[in-house]
């Protein structure tokens, strides 16, 4: 299952590509500190069609756990943590890297959720948007994943993991600093989760403002697409 564009980031705007755009009511955390992730977090959504808030009410679909900005976990709605700040159902740990060290993410699959990604890509820790003096790399420690770090000649297995509607990433998935890899199995997460297609990822050939490097405004969104949302016990 090979992810047909470029290794790009988010340089140019995000648009699903093949079929409708799906959105989801994204919770994330109201946390005032590392803005970075944040920031980094927010244009990722939007960029992917997703709306966000930081209140929990019956419109929200899905939550997201990231560094600095953790989210209480609410067994109504599916789960997703990157990194080391979070309540998912999945036990994990990490250790840190070097701030701006190369990593390599190795599919260790198969599984559904590995469509339109390639086999192997290089990428970033997690804390990579906001953070300065490390970078991290995460992994689950009681369920087996479907992907594999190495670093440095050393290899961390399960980092990224799926137990029922819980979804853990142990690198950065989001953000300039993200492959588009990684933006295409963020998005998968998503989809997945809210049961909604998983589609496409594809980069747009308008460049953005250079005043305004992540505006994410320019990318068309092909009609909507009617929920499927999973039942939910």
Known sequence: MKFAISGLALGAAIAMGGCAAQAATVLVGSSAGFAGERDALFETLTALGHTYTTTYSA????????????????????????????????????????????????????????????????????????????DFIGYATSIPGLAEIVHEGNTYSNTFAVDDDNIYF??????????????????????????????????STVPLPAT??????????????ARRRRARA
């Open 59 to 134: 419109a929200v679909d899905i939550a997201i756990s990231v560094s600095g900005h953790s989210v209480s976990r609410n067994a109504l709605i599916p789960y997703i943590q990157v990194g080391d700040w979070g309540d998912g159902n999945i036990s994990d740990s990490y250790v840190s890297i070097p701030d701006g060290s190369a990593i390599t993410v190795n599919v260790t699959g198969p599984s559904a959720l590995l469509s339109y990604v390639d086999a192997s890509w290089s990428s970033r820790g997690f804390h990579a948007n906001d953070y300065g003096a490390s």
């Open 170 to 203: 142990g690198w950065n998935v989001y953000g300039a600093l993200a492959d588009a890899n990684d933006i295409q199995l963020f998005s998968n997460a998503i989809n997945y989760l809210t049961g909604d297609a998983i589609t496409a990822v594809q980069t």
């Open 212 to 225: 305004l490097p992540l505006l994410l405004g320019g990318f068309a969104l092909m009609g909507a697409a």
